[in-house]
């Protein structure tokens, strides 16, 4: 199952009592940025479901060939500013992550969490500097956590995750860049029925019931 970084806590879940429904099954999540994900996987790497944090990357397997059938529109997820505790670098709004002060980390482009962030900055006419692009929003929400950043743009389900180890300041502006998140099974699965009923589970009422709780958006 590869699956984005901010799946990571719905997907444990959904992983486990998908194990559990199917005794003898084991679920093994591959978590990590949707294009370093789609580039595996269209690489060839042995995957049997896919679950993209933005159409763009989905688009890429599926156009490859690579995903069994149209994929299935699971989850919306939106920015929000991480900082780390006790706001340092006493961040506001948005246009404090321009400022020459603060160190700010964001997801490279090519991920969806970067691409939301440069979507957002030039909605707002905001022109950032990060002092470092990362692969995941995992490693954003790393450097904001042990205080190696001061602030970081990352999905309001990874503040929620967090659990008190960074602090948030809303951004109103998130709506202008909603992530949809999509799941889909692949054609080179190894076990098909498998890996369909493991995307029916998600996108069913224990899928959305666990995206939900987690924080998602879910359509």
Known sequence: MFAAASLAVPFTR?????????????????????????????????????????????????????AAGDPLDIATNTLTIAVAKGNPAGI???ADLAGTGAQVVVCAMQVPCGAAAAKLAES??????????????????GKVASGEADAGLVYVTDVRAAGGKVQEVPLP????????YSLARLTGSADAGLADAFVRFV?????????????????
């Open 14 to 66: 959904l992983a486990e009592d998908f194990e559990a429904a199917h005794p003898g099954t084991a679920v093994r999540l591959n978590l990590a940025g949707s294009a370093d994900l789609a580039a595996q996987i269209l690489a060839g790497a042995p995957a049997d479901v896919f679950a993209s944090a933005d159409e763009a990357n989905m688009a890429k397997v599926a156009g490859g060939g690579m």
């Open 173 to 180: 502006e998130a709506g202008l860049a909603v992530n949809r």
């Open 92 to 94: 506001t709004e948005f």
């Open 124 to 141: 707002a006419g905001l022109r950032l500097s990060p002092v470092s692009e990362e692969s995941s929003v995992t490693g954003v929400m």
């Open 203 to 219: 996108h069913g009422t224990e899928g959305r019931a666990a995206l939900r709780e987690a924080g998602f958006g879910v359509p």
